[in-house]
């Protein structure tokens, strides 16, 4: 029997991972503590709850953290647009931050000397969980089996993970049938490893794929997610109020059907955007750690607001304030999905995004349909619209002589450039 190594908190799903290394802490010498948080993932938690005591836990700690998941991570990365690599929404980088922080509440609560994931050495999650540790309590302690000789040295891959369960009576939802690795949060779902690792395999789900190379349906409906060609075929039309660049109301215009709150509405968004197969990707994407990875996501309801804010910030911001905005963006992006919530520019970004948004707010009026979002209308009381002097029919406060100096002196530039570049070539002919 191992000598005793004091308390850790494990953040915990009851998957095969963490049950492995929840049984493994204890064989080691701990008292483990299996946190669980409640992030929107379809999961039967009180049999998640008797499964960690089962394999030996000394508590278990179930929270549901959905809205304040959607209100400080979701909301200001809807007001930044800020896609990582122009693409992916940042579902499970947003989750990772906000578990670690619940974790080390509750290790500051028992007192715990450790907190343990069960992410690989790999991957980006290590770097997003142990950052955000180290930014909140310098000193607690990390403990990452999958970086420990003794445990990958073990544990080389799942075989040996599925065998070592078996020995110790651990239930597992994963078999060598569903050899994929899945994360799921109420942002989204993600799909990789496995079979997924060869990037010619492909979803069969996806208009043209099916034949050889194509896989089983990856998904678990998210928001009743539905394939793109098995959709309706009649789009259901949404109106989204935005009020300082965040959502604050939605309006199904089919059924008069609304929602407020932050967590109905997003759900609400989830389910409405799955049901028409919105927000499924496919990618290839560079990791923080330096290799990339294949990954599949649905992202629902943050496509469609992804798509709506953009059409109201575009609509009532100023074109400059914007541009500075859109460098910001990128480097949101960037921080978020390297693990950076918690860091000084992290912090400064986002209060530089959250000021560019006081202005944005207004309506914006999409429909949803057959895997797109297609923008339909805006209005905005605080728009810088001004129909009148935009108008093809109206001259307004404009004066179109006033346009001839104004491309003169734009003209300037490359009259010089094509100057010199004439000059070179006429030295070249002789």
Known sequence: MAQPKGTVVLAYS???DTSCILVWLKEQGYDVIAYLANIGQKEDF??????????????VYIEDIRQE?????????VQANAPYEDRYLLGTALARPCIARKLLATAQREG?????????????DQVRFELTCYALCPKIKVIAPWRLPEFYQRFPGRPELMEYAKEHGIPVPVTPQTPWSMDENLMHISYEAGILENPKVIDHRLPG???????PSLCSLIGNFTAVVTSPDTPDVLEIEFKEGVPVKVTNVGDGTTHCTALELFIYLNDIAGKHGVGRI??????????K???????PAGTILHQAHLDIEAFTMDREVRRIKQGLAVKFSELVYNGFWHSPEGAFVRQCIRSSQQQVLGTVRLAVCKGQVYILAREAPGSLYNQELVSMNVQ????PADATGFININSLRLKEYHRLQSKGSLQQDE
């Open 14 to 16: 009851g998957g095969l």
């Open 46 to 59: 009180e049999a998640a709850r008797k499964k960690a005591l089962a394999l030996g836990a000394k508590k």
């Open 69 to 77: 998941f959607v209100e400080e991570f979701i909301w200001p990365a």
């Open 112 to 124: 715990a000397q450790h907190i343990a994931h069960g992410a690989t050495g790999k991957g980006n």
């Open 209 to 215: 794929s099916h034949g050889a190379g194509a896989v």
């Open 282 to 291: 496919d990618i290839v994407e560079n990791r923080f750690v330096g290799m």
């Open 293 to 299: 990875s294949r990954g599949i996501y649905e992202t």
């Open 396 to 399: 307004g406060d404009y004066e």
